[in-house]
């Protein structure tokens, strides 16, 4: 049954069209700021913000039984379908907070917005944050084809989305961000949204929490709303506050982010005799022997056929093949049912001591100066380039520090943070891809540990291999192995792959159950364990919000993971688009090899006019992000300049991939990059990210503002731009300082 109400507002009549299974009078909520109506029966919600035209924000789900109604101006409380549900709506200045409580376990729809809703365009948390007009239809279809349906933990970086109305805006914050889900569908020229939260079997009784805030024009005043509420609740850390628990991260100011590769024991360069190399390689000697039993057959084929002095693709083939032999033994030692992270620890080392007495004539004397992308020639490489600041992650894993302590060494002694690539998100069975060393714990972690569904099945793990874990079970295992090849390898920083990445799991085994706020809870625990016990400053994947807390830095947030599914970016090898694989393991084609990105992804993630620094008005001076690994400076040929302009507009660090190969052809770019970047980090990160503006009408001269005073202007065209009386040369970034001092970075062509 439809039921209308008349109602003035400022002089202004306005005709409200609210729905009822019962007829219910509507719930008037108002203060001088704004009056809302609400339809207890379907939550139905409209606006009117004052001075304003009036937002249906929802159109109401479906007609439930309404009782216990009690209402006053500022709150009201009722129940749907005989005390099935328990609802309350309080308005504090710019807040509509609701409360849903439920009596058993069970889905339920509370938001259906309509298209209209958005008005100018929808403010959206994916990864950074975006800006989709609403007449976007790029964008409008990549939401409908592309995502349909979102996991507010997971697929959003914050637990938000907004709605721009020119003078206003109109932000939902999930103050309770688990179990929900987003689903879009077209509506008219825009998209519709529909918001539900499952009550689970381990948790039913708690509440669902929302918030509808009243912002002004600003579009970042969801994020500044939601930064101001983490604060309130004791839930914000700063960088700061976080530094003087773990000392080391100061290093992390100013840092630019890199991943080395080639982590086997030695290079083509550490062998200076391959007569003597390939005579030993084919002896009865034991560990000669071992190795061979490893060898692929196309690195029989070349050790079977290589000369005396063997061609250079032999020589690279014999040296990857004798690195991945050393491996797979290393790995044998521990890749058991139970595993002994001590002996994991101990075996690299031991198995060096038996490489330098076997082969100790055919490479050069010094086992300390081995190895390729890790090595002590590539930290001295580094230091001389005079970058002084530097994180730089292990892209294979923790065995490269494991084979060579010297180089990690030298690094920390260079003044930078050296982590391994690791991860407890995983476990697979033994004998399954042993060169995914990370995810092998044995058989009764693999077993014991799984996240069980609420059906009894084993949650599948990445890729749909072995089982996601629950981080309560690994934390033993986790503490065990990060202090055991810390001590070895002597890494100062640490990477935990997925655990910042809002990916979290209701567990429903017997005997310890786990809800997705307390997985939340434990992946923290962990980072902060790791920070401030082993005084490692740890980040981790993306930096969701959701499990930000106790990480430093999060790799990600900036260009997240693209494309993934997409046949030809990943399968097709003939394509422009294909992005490349795992292999070789000293330089990986999937994070070297320089592509073009399709139209449309371009056009998704780096068109700048539809980017948005949300994150950073949250998080600029708590965690810091860049790029995923999959998608560095250098990895996109025809997005180098928006990737590179943006990146330095928000103040955060550009992330690169190195190997033996590679490096001196990076090491320019990488000193032009912290040119500009360092010096302003330095006096940045420590700072709220507080504004942000367009300042040309086509949106490709735009504004960041700091809490110090701090401006940066961005031009993203082709043209010089001028806003107030001052130029800003093309594609370029001009930082304002506090200190009254001007610096310019034009970015150059990559392609």
């Given at each position: 049954?439809?039921?209308?109400?008349?109602f003035?507002?400022?002089?202004?009549?306005?005709?409200?069209?609210?729905?009822?299974?019962?007829?219910?009078?509507?719930?008037?909520?108002?203060?001088?700021?704004?009056?809302?109506?609400?339809?207890?029966?379907?939550?139905a919600?409209?606006?009117t913000?004052?001075?304003?035209?009036?937002?249906?924000?929802?159109?109401?789900?479906?007609?439930?039984?309404?009782?216990?109604?009690?209402?006053?101006?500022?709150q009201?409380?009722?129940?749907?379908?005989?005390?099935a549900?328990?609802?309350?709506?309080?308005?504090?200045?710019?807040?509509?907070?609701?409360?849903?409580?439920?009596?058993?376990?069970?889905?339920?729809?509370?938001?259906?917005?309509p298209?209209?809703?958005?008005?100018?365009?929808?403010?959206?948390?994916?990864?950074?944050?975006?800006?989709?007009a609403?007449?976007?239809?790029?964008?409008?279809?990549?939401?409908?084809?592309?995502?349909?349906?979102?996991?507010?933990?997971?697929?959003?970086s914050?637990?938000?989305?907004?709605?721009?109305?020119g003078?206003?805006?109109?932000?939902?914050?999930l103050t309770?961000?688990?179990?929900n889900?987003?689903?879009?569908?077209?509506d008219?020229?825009?998209?519709?949204?529909?918001?539900?939260?499952?009550?689970?079997?381990?948790?039913p009784?708690?509440?669902?929490?929302?918030?509808?805030?009243?912002?002004?024009?600003?579009?970042?005043?969801?994020?500044?709303?939601?930064?101001?509420?983490?604060?309130?609740?004791?839930?914000?850390?700063?960088?700061?506050?976080?530094?003087?628990?773990?000392?080391?991260?100061?290093?992390?100011i100013?840092?630019?982010?890199?991943?080395?590769?080639?982590?086997?024991?030695?290079?083509?360069?550490?062998?200076?005799?391959?007569?003597?190399?390939?005579?030993?390689?084919?002896?009865?000697?034991?560990?000669?022997?071992?190795?061979?039993?490893?060898?692929?057959?196309?690195?029989?084929?070349?050790?079977?056929?290589?000369?005396?002095?063997?061609?250079?693709?032999?020589?690279k083939?014999?040296?990857?093949a004798?690195?991945?032999?050393?491996?797979?033994?290393?790995?044998?030692?521990?890749?058991?049912?139970?595993?002994?992270?001590?002996?994991?620890?101990?075996?690299y080392?031991?198995?060096?001591?038996?490489?330098?007495?076997?082969?100790?004539?055919a490479?050069?004397?010094?086992?300390?100066?081995?190895?390729?992308?890790?090595?002590?020639?590539?930290?001295?490489?580094?230091?001389?380039?005079?970058?002084?600041?530097?994180?730089?992650?292990?892209?294979?894993?923790?065995?490269g520090?494991?084979?060579?302590?010297e180089?990690?060494?030298?690094?920390?002694?260079?003044?930078?943070?050296?982590?391994?690539?690791?991860?407890?998100?995983?476990?697979?069975?033994r004998?399954?891809n042993?060169?995914?060393?990370?995810a092998h714990?044995?058989?009764?972690?693999?077993?014991d540990?799984?996240?069980?569904?609420?059906?009894g099945?084993?949650?599948?793990?990445?890729?749909?291999?072995?089982?996601?874990?629950?981080?309560?079970c690994?934390?033993?295992?986790?503490?065990?192995?990060?202090?055991?090849v810390?001590?070895?390898?002597g890494?100062?920083?640490?990477?935990?792959?997925?655990?910042?990445?809002?990916?979290?799991f209701?567990?429903?085994?017997?005997?310890?159950?786990?809800?997705?706020?307390?997985?939340?809870?434990?992946?923290?625990?962990?980072?902060?364990?790791?920070?401030?016990?082993?005084?490692?400053?740890?980040?981790?994947?993306?930096g969701?919000?959701?499990?930000?807390?106790?990480?430093?830095?999060a790799?990600g947030m900036?260009?997240?993971?693209?494309?993934?599914?997409?046949?030809?970016m990943?399968k097709?090898?003939?394509?422009?688009y294909?992005?490349?694989?795992y292999?070789?393991?000293?330089?990986?084609?999937?994070?070297?090899?320089a592509?073009p990105?399709?139209?449309?992804?371009?056009?998704?993630?780096?068109?700048?006019?539809?980017?948005?620094?949300?994150?950073?008005a949250?998080?600029?001076?708590?965690?810091?992000?860049?790029?995923?690994?999959?998608?560095?400076?250098?990895?996109?040929?025809?997005?180098?300049?928006?990737?590179?302009?943006?990146?330095?507009?928000y103040?955060?660090p550009?992330?690169?991939?190195?190997?033996?190969?590679?490096?001196?052809?990076?090491?320019p770019?990488?000193?032009?990059?912290?040119a500009?970047?360092?010096p302003?980090?330095?006096?940045?990160?420590?700072?709220a990210?507080?504004?942000?503006?367009w300042?040309?009408?086509d949106?490709?001269?735009?504004?960041?503002?700091?809490?110090?005073?701090t401006?940066?202007?961005?031009?993203?065209?082709?043209?010089?731009?001028?806003?107030?009386?001052?130029?800003f040369?093309?594609?370029?970034?001009?930082?304002?300082t506090?200190?009254?001092?001007?610096?310019?970075?034009?970015?150059?062509?990559?392609r």
């Amino acid at each position: 049954m439809k039921k209308f109400l008349l109602f003035s507002l400022s002089g202004t009549l306005l005709l409200l069209a609210v729905f009822s299974s019962q007829a219910q009078a509507a719930i008037v909520l108002e203060n001088p700021l704004w009056h809302i109506v609400l339809d207890p029966g379907t939550l139905a919600i409209r606006v009117t913000p004052a001075g304003a035209a009036a937002v249906q924000v929802s159109d109401g789900v479906g007609s439930h039984r309404v009782a216990a109604l009690q209402s006053t101006a500022d709150q009201a409380g009722w129940q749907w379908d005989d005390g099935a549900y328990r609802i309350e709506a309080k308005l504090s200045e710019r807040d509509l907070m609701l409360t849903v409580r439920a009596n058993a376990a069970g889905a339920l729809t509370l938001i259906r917005q309509p298209g209209s809703a958005i008005g100018r365009g929808l403010i959206l948390p994916l990864a950074e944050g975006h800006y989709v007009a609403r007449d976007n239809k790029v964008w409008n279809d990549f939401i409908l084809q592309k995502m349909g349906r979102l996991n507010t933990t997971q697929d959003l970086s914050l637990p938000l989305w907004g709605m721009d109305h020119g003078k206003f805006s109109l932000h939902w914050l999930l103050t309770n961000p688990y179990n929900n889900q987003l689903d879009f569908s077209a509506d008219g020229s825009g998209l519709a949204l529909q918001a539900s939260h499952t009550f689970t079997q381990l948790a039913p009784d708690t509440p669902m929490t929302l918030t509808l805030h009243l912002g002004d024009g600003d579009l970042l005043a969801g994020a500044k709303h939601y930064r101001a509420w983490l604060l309130a609740e004791g839930r914000f850390e700063s960088l700061a506050e976080k530094t003087a628990k773990s000392p080391g991260a100061a290093k992390l100011i100013g840092a630019s982010h890199a991943y080395l590769w080639g982590s086997g024991l030695i290079a083509a360069k550490d062998v200076r005799s391959w007569p003597a190399f390939l005579r030993i390689l084919r002896s009865k000697n034991p560990l000669a022997i071992d190795l061979r039993r490893h060898f692929a057959p196309e690195s029989r084929k070349a050790l079977a056929e290589a000369g005396t002095n063997p061609a250079r693709y032999q020589e690279k083939i014999l040296v990857g093949a004798f690195n991945a032999g050393l491996n797979s033994l290393a790995r044998e030692a521990w890749q058991t049912d139970a595993p002994d992270v001590n002996r994991l620890a101990s075996r690299y080392g031991e198995l060096r001591s038996e490489v330098a007495r076997a082969f100790g004539a055919a490479l050069n004397a010094d086992a300390k100066d081995w190895g390729g992308g890790v090595s002590g020639a590539t930290m001295e490489q580094l230091r001389k380039a005079g970058l002084a600041r530097l994180w730089l992650g292990l892209g294979e894993g923790w065995e490269g520090g494991l084979w060579h302590p010297e180089a990690i060494a030298a690094g920390v002694k260079a003044g930078y943070l050296l982590a391994p690539y690791d991860s407890y998100e995983t476990a697979l069975p033994r004998g399954h891809n042993p060169d995914w060393a990370t995810a092998h714990f044995g058989e009764k972690t693999y077993r014991d540990c799984a996240i069980v569904l609420d059906d009894g099945r084993f949650k599948t793990g990445f890729n749909g291999f072995g089982h996601y874990t629950n981080p309560f079970c690994m934390r033993p295992l986790m503490e065990a192995r990060v202090r055991a090849v810390q001590e070895k390898a002597g890494f100062n920083s640490w990477f935990l792959d997925v655990t910042a990445a809002g990916m979290l799991f209701d567990d429903y085994r017997r005997r310890a159950a786990m809800t997705m706020a307390q997985n939340a809870y434990a992946n923290a625990a962990s980072t902060r364990w790791i920070s401030e016990d082993r005084q490692l400053p740890a980040g981790s994947e993306d930096g969701n919000a959701v499990t930000a807390q106790g990480i430093f830095f999060a790799h990600g947030m900036q260009t997240p993971v693209i494309g993934w599914g997409d046949k030809e970016m990943q399968k097709d090898k003939k394509s422009p688009y294909y992005l490349g694989n795992y292999y070789p393991p000293e330089e990986p084609s999937n994070m070297f090899k320089a592509v073009p990105l399709k139209a449309l992804y371009r056009s998704i993630h780096f068109d700048p006019a539809a980017r948005l620094p949300l994150y950073q008005a949250v998080f600029h001076d708590s965690v810091i992000t860049t790029h995923h690994w999959l998608f560095d400076n250098l990895k996109l040929t025809n997005v180098r300049r928006e990737n590179e302009l943006a990146q330095l507009l928000y103040n955060v660090p550009p992330l690169f991939h190195l190997s033996e190969g590679t490096l001196a052809s990076r090491l320019p770019l990488m000193q032009r990059q912290d040119a500009f970047f360092r010096p302003l980090h330095e006096k940045l990160a420590n700072q709220a990210l507080t504004g942000f503006r367009w300042l040309s009408a086509d949106r490709l001269l735009q504004q960041t503002g700091f809490a110090d005073g701090t401006m940066q202007v961005a031009n993203f065209s082709a043209e010089e731009r001028s806003f107030n009386g001052r130029r800003f040369p093309p594609y370029s970034v001009t930082a304002l300082t506090a200190d009254g001092k001007t610096t310019v970075f034009v970015s150059e062509d990559g392609r």
